[in-house]
């Protein structure tokens, strides 16, 4: 197994067929899908934006898919993530198996020495696309009917899924936090489906890794200034 492979299992845990990991005893089951539309709409009508991916904000403040947990032994994971989607999104968003895309445990917390499935808990997460309208809908009803919108949820967000000449977009958007193992669920997905070439979003995580160098100077810069503000 290459180093990048290794990498990749530890970020998101081991990976599970769907069969298998509802054949697990013992474990909490959590799903989350990744909703998105084809659009031909551009950013100052010069930039195409291509994509309309959503993520929330969530409480905690890290970037999520919307999802949560949900109970295999009283209702199908598909129908588990859409009562989730309605609480969060204000829509029952039908979800089928052949919208999933992988099973895994939850990565290990990098500052646990613990494996990756001691958490007792198993991600599932699926990817489905629908009409622009659709998208628009659901970014409406979840800032005015979505009983979790303020709550547990911020709002929601969309992915640029594109890269501007001074490097604001993807880029940008991959150097926030994210929950858990999302950013790479991200990653992986719009690798997957095609959703831009490899060598973009190649450039735009290292352009996203330089950025973190930049905010934990900041971080630090306003770090100490609480402290003077303290003596």
């Known amino acids: 197994m290459s180093r990048a492979n290794r990498n990749i299992q530890m970020a998101s845990g081991g990976q599970l067929s769907r069969a298998e990991a509802l054949a697990c005893t013992?474990?909490?089951?959590?799903?989350?899908?990744?909703?998105?539309?084809?659009?031909?709409?551009?950013?100052?009508?010069?930039?195409?934006?291509?994509?309309?991916?959503?993520?929330?904000?969530r409480f905690d403040g890290l970037l999520g898919f919307p999802g949560g947990i949900v109970n295999p032994s009283k209702e199908s994971l598909e129908e588990g993530l859409s009562r989730e989607l309605l609480e969060e999104i204000g829509v029952a968003v039908p979800i089928s198996e052949d919208d999933h895309v992988e099973s895994c445990y939850a990565p290990a917390s990098p500052t646990s020495s613990s494996s990756s499935s001691s958490s007792g808990l198993i991600l599932h997460f699926y990817v489905k696309k629908m009409e622009e309208e659709q998208i628009l809908d659901i970014e409406r009803s979840a800032a005015s009917v979505a009983v979790d919108h303020g709550h547990e949820v911020l709002g929601m967000v969309r992915v640029p899924v594109y890269?501007?000449?001074?490097?604001?977009?993807?880029?940008?958007?991959?150097?926030?936090?994210f929950i858990g193992n999302a950013r790479l669920q991200l990653v992986d997905n719009l690798l997957r489906f095609g959703l831009i070439p490899a060598k973009h979003l190649l450039k735009a995580l290292r352009l996203s890794m330089?950025?973190?160098?930049?905010?934990?100077?900041d971080l630090r810069a306003a770090l100490e200034l609480t402290k003077e503000k303290l003596n």
Request: overall charge positive.
């Open 26 to 57: 013992g474990y909490r089951h959590a799903c989350h899908v990744m909703l998105y539309s084809d659009t031909k709409s551009q950013l100052f009508r010069r930039t195409p934006i291509r994509h309309i991916i959503l993520m929330q904000m």
């Open 163 to 177: 890269q501007t000449k001074s490097g604001g977009g993807l880029p940008l958007f991959l150097s926030h936090s």
């Open 210 to 217: 330089e950025t973190h160098k930049h905010n934990a100077q």
